[in-house]
């Protein structure tokens, strides 16, 4: 991602301070939670060896293994988590608002989704690979490639992929929704996606721990990923994370791209504000 996509705050990060306290939970959270992704990704890429020549590009059980892993590692972080309304059992993509790379377990916890992140992410060393095994979608912003990508999403979707999307197009402190880029919208509007695709809208609330600031879990600009992740495993005291499902919207309910973006945005902005009267 390009430093000018990126969200920067006003305000400088929050310093990260450790205690002794603080470096016993990161070493007491962290060795379980590495293990258990570690175990997840054999178990996961060992199902896939049998999986892969009888279902194709259907995952109906390796599928399980990153919902299973993400609801652990809340359990393991001892950060609560909780949802409302329903799941969409429609063919069609999830959008969501974008606060920290925690994001990927929350999303994964409870609904089984297969990511769409830009081609970049699949070369970086350690997630690239991680991101190809879970079946991450990865897609290259070129117009050359529009149509070939467009067949892939109508590939996915129809093997019964919830694809999702963060149309922020970048992560912030998690107290506010940036407005949503419409370009990837587009391709749910081709002639072969349509008239039977839906999109729901999900919104992404993050609850700090008692006595910490608000976007206590917010990752954006250029902050490491390192630092943020000790921070989160020595954190004494935990908050929580809390998804609102809303209602899918059909796509071809809505005459373009735009309309349909805005109607996504005002859903998730509208409930993030409502859960975050402070800000």
């Known amino acids: 991602m390009t430093k000018q996509a990126l969200w920067y705050s006003d305000d400088a990060p929050d310093p990260v301070r450790l205690g002794l306290l603080g470096w016993v939970l990161v070493v007491v959270r962290g060795l379980p939670l590495a293990l258990m992704v570690l175990v997840g990704l054999i178990v996961l890429l060992t199902i896939r060896l049998f999986e892969r020549p009888l279902c194709g590009m259907r995952r109906p059980v390796s599928a399980f293994v990153p919902q299973i892993v993400s609801r652990n590692a809340f359990r393991i972080l001892g950060i609560g988590f909780q949802t409302s309304g329903e799941l969409m059992r429609q063919h069609g993509a999830v959008v969501a608002n974008h606060s920290s790379w925690l994001d990927i377990f929350a999303l ?77 919208f587009a391709a749910f509007f081709a002639e072969e996606l349509r008239d039977f695709m839906y999109v729901q809208p999900v919104t992404v609330i993050y609850h700090a721990p008692a006595g910490e600031p608000a976007r206590f879990y917010g990752w954006w600009g250029d902050m490491d990923f390192g630092p943020h992740l000790l921070k989160t495993l020595g954190a004494r005291r935990q908050g929580r994370v809390e998804l609102i499902y809303h209602a899918p919207a059909k796509v071809s309910d809505f005459p373009n791209r735009k309309a349909l973006a805005a109607h996504c945005e005002e859903a998730i902005r509208h409930a993030h504000a409502l859960a975050r009267p402070e800000k």
């Open 108 to 184: 994964n916890a409870r609904k089984r989704v297969y990511f769409v992140s830009k081609a970049e992410v699949a070369k970086w060393p350690g997630i690239g690979f991680l991101a190809r095994a879970a079946g991450t979608v990865f897609i290259e912003r070129d117009p050359r490639k529009a149509r070939a990508q467009t067949k892939l999403f109508e590939e996915r979707l129809k093997a019964g992929h919830k694809l999702l999307f963060f149309p922020e197009g970048t992560s912030t402190d998690g107290l506010r929704v940036l407005p949503f880029k419409t370009t990837l």
